[in-house]
Every structure is written in C-alpha cells, then in structure tokens.
C-alpha cells in the first residue's frame, strides 16, 4: 500500500469514526432520528399491562402492535392514540401523551367483559352495605383524638387516615369533606370540599375519590392537590375505588360507570349497568363481580 493510499485509508477511518461515535453515544442516550421532521430527538416509551392478559395494544398512528405485556420504546415525544382489544372484552381507546425519557405506565389495565350479565340474588336489598360505610377508621392516638375534639364536627363523621399526621373527615351530615392535620394536640383544618356526598380511599395508590352531585374527583396524599376526573349531567350517588385501583366505579341516577382515572374520562368511560335506581354497591376481593341493589333486590354483575 501507497503512503498515499495509507493518507487516504487513514483519512477514511477518522471520518467515519467522527460520524459513528457520535452517532452511537447519541442512540445510547435515548436520542433517535425522526425522518418526519428531519430531526434528532430523546425518545419515552409505554409500558402496559393488562388484566386479563395477552391483550393486543396497537399505536393507530405509527401502525405498530404487540401482545400484554408489553414495552414499547423509542417512541418520539407527541400524542398517540392507543387501542387495546382483546375478543369479548369492551375496547380500550385513549390518547396517551409520550415524553422523552420517560415511561408511560398502565399497569394494570382492567379489560371489562361484553357479555356482563347481572343474576338476581334476593329480594332484600337492605342486607348490603355500602363500601362507603366501611371505610377504614383508623385506631388513633390519644393526641390526635383530642385535637379532633376541638374541631367543630358534627357526630356524625367519617375517618380516614391519609398519612401519619394527616387525615381525610368526612362530615356526612353536612356533605363537608375536610383534612386535618394533626401534630401533638393541636391539628389544622381544611376544606376540602363542601359539598362531598361520597368518599372512598386507596391505599395502593394513596389517592382519596370524592364526589359531588355532579362531578368526580381525585386527591392524591403525595401531591396534595386535587383533580376533577369528570363532570356528570346525571346525579351521582355513590363513589367507590375498584379493588385493584385507579378505576372509579360510579352510581348515578340509572346507571353504573367504570372511569379510568388515569386518563381523560371523556375518552375513556364505560357503562355497564343500566337499571332503575342501583346503590349500595360492593365488591368481591378480586373486582371480578360488584354487587348492587336496584328495584327491591340485590343483584351481581360480573365484569370479568
């Protein structure tokens, strides 16, 4: 070989080595190249599962799909629509926001039967008791009882503790929902809302649902704000978690609801009981079955 052909073969390797490297440091950080727009962008990604599994989640825009449970990355910060089927299940269809180097996370994702059927269990309906009725009260401490005793509450309260020094007081009497927070024994009240005539706690998520006639909303312990989920024409009257999180169960004048509070509640609803006037519901362990009363009598409708 030529020093010239060496000059040259030398000249190559450094070209292409200041094209590569670059190249491979900037795809080890995330970054990809989006021929839509000729640019070099940080990538997310979206993570999902589903319950039951084996469920196929499809990206409409970008024309991808895979089975639950699934990882999808490297896709470019925007909006995206995501459908999710699965044979004898509702639909799942939602925009899911995707921003750079992070994951977006369903996890679990509940798919609802369509072939929900509701059995008549008995014709007294007052032997089923509203989740709302059995909400955790806490043991508390000596402290924290007396400062609860100086706040103007009437007897009729319900109690739920929140965190250590913080708690949720339904005032049902006066549809008040209040926090307090408690130290030693002195304790700083709150309003949370005045008009809250149905409240319900997670302890998977640390979030408390609360409902007005009307509208639907979320407190998350961590943030310490609150998030309307959705706004109803129909008069709510129950709220309750599902057992295994995130999903809002409503009871309005006719109907039950189930709300991904996750996301926009305006794309993602489901209707799964329409009836006269059902209360009163329950769950069984799993949230397989929610149990109801309507028109005189219990009833069962199985979800999954």
Do not use: C
């Not at 929900?116 to 007052?126: C, E, M, S, V």
Request: hydrophobic content about 40%; glycine content about 4%.
């Amino acid at each position: 070989m030529t020093k010239r052909s060496r000059q040259l073969y030398f000249s190559l390797v450094v070209l292409a080595s200041a094209i590569i490297l670059p190249g491979l440091l900037l795809y080890s950080s995330g970054y990809r190249v989006d021929w839509r727009s000729w640019t070099i962008e940080r990538t997310g990604s979206l993570r999902l599962t589903t319950v039951p599994s084996a469920a196929t989640v499809s990206v409409l825009e970008l024309n991808i799909s895979a089975q639950t449970p699934v990882l999808m990355n490297q896709l470019f910060p925007g909006t995206y629509t995501v459908q999710v089927t699965k044979p004898g299940y509702m639909t799942w269809l939602n925009k899911v926001t995707i921003t750079a180097q992070q994951t977006v996370q369903f996890d679990p994702l509940l798919l609802f039967s369509t072939d929900a059927n509701t059995i008549k269990l008995t014709d007294y309906p007052n032997t089923l008791r509203s989740s709302a009725d059995d909400l955790l009260v806490q043991q508390l401490s000596p402290n924290v009882q007396y400062a609860l005793s100086q706040l103007p509450l009437a007897k009729n309260y319900q109690l739920t503790q929140l965190a250590d020094e913080l708690y949720a007081v339904w005032n049902k009497p006066a549809d008040q929902l209040l926090l307090v927070q408690a130290v030693d024994t002195t304790a700083e009240l709150t309003t949370l809302h005045q008009h809250a005539i149905s409240v319900d706690w997670n302890d998977a998520t640390n979030q408390l649902l609360y409902a007005t006639e009307h509208e639907l909303y979320v407190y998350d312990v961590p943030t310490q704000r609150s998030r309307l989920v959705t706004r109803l024409s129909s008069t709510i009257r129950e709220a309750h978690w599902h057992p295994l999180g995130w999903y809002a169960v409503l009871v309005s004048q006719d109907k039950i609801q189930i709300f991904d509070t996750r996301v926009l509640a305006a794309a993602y609803s489901l209707t799964v009981y329409q009836g006269t006037a059902p209360q009163a519901l329950g769950f069984d362990r799993r949230g397989t079955t929610v149990y109801f009363s309507d028109n005189g009598s219990i009833q069962a409708l199985r979800l999954q």
